[in-house]
């Protein structure tokens, strides 16, 4: 079974620059780099189009971990995560992710909408979220949901930073 969750982050950048940041090899270091408490690491990251493909193997330590999901686990979770974002048309771009966590049955990913007003822009993600074990999968995807929320709250505190200090 899959579950859905919508979260909204607002980046207090404007959109150009969201976007400038996005397609930026070094963001994305930054990113792999801060957004865990055990650092992570760019796997690959391709522009193209006025878009980018950044792939990132990044640690999700146990302590980040909803407590459902830490029950059922020993050791931090290791995360490869594909996050793809489109040429920027006006005020607006889309953006998708795939995320395999490895050696577990949960997997989500999700769309994004990009869309910048002023100097505010605004990340709107539709998540799915799959956790393949029997009974269980249905109770732990929501619980996965909200670390999700929180997780793309922290990228967009990074990504304001970010772009404060470097663009």
Known sequence: MTSRSENTVVINQPVDKVHAALTNADYWAYVAQTLSPEPGEVHEFAAADGGAVATLFEVLPLEILPEAV?????????????????????????????ADVKGTPVDFKGDITITG???????????????????????????????????????????????????
């Open 70 to 98: 830490r029950a059922m686990i020993s050791q931090a979770l290791k995360v490869k995560r594909v996050y793809t974002v489109s040429a920027l048309n006006g005020t607006s771009a889309t953006a998708n992710y795939t």
């Open 117 to 167: 007003e002023g100097d505010t822009t605004t990340l709107a993600y539709a998540n799915e979220i799959t956790v393949n074990i029997p009974f269980m999968g249905p109770a732990i995807e929501p619980k996965v949901g909200e670390a999700l929320g929180e997780l793309f709250n922290n990228e967009g505190n990074l990504t304001n930073q970010w772009i404060s200090e470097n663009l």
